[in-house]
């Protein structure tokens, strides 16, 4: 499990550690961190660091002091190594005598070719976007030179991701004691490039948010024993398609047939399209473990997924079966009940702009979750879990989903998610497992058929689930 954590949270811990180490302990060790990855970078670009040259922005806080440490520790190495600040009247004290007496110098810009530059202008002390000064030396950093980026990158929210105004965009991230969910979650995970954790020694309480890796999802997968038959391990219910969108449900179907329940059970009117692609489909309603309602329903038919939101089994809520959800009806369920919007079906259930949940993904499903008193998995360029308990009760973190390519942003793909995730349901997974573990295997095997780079389409994606079971279940 990988774990993400608040300012609030790292700043305490930090402050308890402070407390028993010697002054400066802690940015020594992060300094540290940041050379190391540093040299590491320039060895592999032009063979040594010796004779490198470094660029660093710095800004007025201990981000900066990060910074101009580890530029002395480059510097000690042959580096020429450049500190441009963003205000030469507040610099790091500590960390400039250093950089200076390991041969570093200032200048008032960066200068020309560098083969790096280090990106310390904010750290968790930045708030909102780069202010002008900022913004201005940000605006410095010549195309196609690496940066690096001090704890994360300037002019992210730490604890969002969210990009109020100019951010600057690394090639790498190495971030202290803990990754913040900015680095996880859009667009502040790929502004973030590639994430270096450097150990600096915090103590941390539960995270605030986490994603999955292999062997979580693993263990979590329904599995079947000798003493499983097919109602045992699952009847997943689908109620999908229509006559315009027949293919949502041949979709769904396929999603649900590699989720791991033991049948699937089509309800709606697209039923010969789905037995002709999918003739291990069950037609017409009866006993479930779990529904899958809304993919391809088109308008009018809110009454049928009202409907199975009476019964008290487990409901999964996509799309059209979004539209006019009753929150009270959701919050008294007992039944789990998992929502699977994408960021437009967000805006409307919220009542807000869909540039909004772009922007605060993590807000909004936080806030979907406990208004309709449902697990929530947002879709999108980075697809988080929210469960219904972690917005009421703030306990759970939300997951931050792992996988996935942008070649997924295409039509049906979030069919085949949800009934993936219905059949999971119906398997027993709680709603949020349900979605997080789908939206894992959803996300591999977008990757799988993409490779290297290619148009996926969503039946594809069906097809190559087994191939990310057998990923996720290999040691
Ligand atoms: N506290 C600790 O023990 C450690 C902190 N470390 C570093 O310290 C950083 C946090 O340092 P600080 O608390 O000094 O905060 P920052 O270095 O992030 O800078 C905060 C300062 O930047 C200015 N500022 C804020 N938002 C701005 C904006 N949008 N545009 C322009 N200027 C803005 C403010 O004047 C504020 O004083 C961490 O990110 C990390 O890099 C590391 O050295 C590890 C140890
Ligand atoms: N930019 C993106 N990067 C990665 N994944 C994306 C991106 N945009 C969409 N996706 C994924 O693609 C799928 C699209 O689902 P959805 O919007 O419901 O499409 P549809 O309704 O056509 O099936 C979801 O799994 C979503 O998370
Ligand atoms: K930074």
Redesign the pocket.
Known sequence: MRTAYSVETV?AA?REL?ARLPEGA??QR?AAGLAAVCAGLLTRRRGRVYGARVALLV????????ALYAGARLARRGAGVTAVPMDPERLHAGGLAALRAAGGRLAQAVPDRPDLVVDGL??????????PA?AALAGQIPQGVPVVA??LPS?IDADTGEVAGPAVTADVTVT??AYKPGLLIDPGASAAGAVHLVD?GLQLPAPEAEALQHADVARLLPVPTASSDKYRRGVVGILAGSAQYPGAAVLAVAGALRGGAGAVRYAGPAAEAVLARYPETLIGRGRVQAWVAGPGLGEGRAGEVAELLAQDVPVLVDADGLRGLDAGLLRARTAPTLLTPHAGEAAALLGVPRESVEAGRLAAARALAERYGAAVLLKGSTTLVASGRAASGGGRPVRVNPTGTSWLATAGSGDVLSGLAGSLLAAGLSGADAGAVAAYLHGLAGRLVAGAGAPVLAHEVAEALPAAWRDVRTP
């Open positions: 700043r930090e402070m802690l940015m992060a800004g007025p806080g201990d981000n900066g002091g990060d904010l750290g968790i002390g930045g708030r909102g976007g780069l202010r900022a001090v704890d002019g202290f004691g600096i």
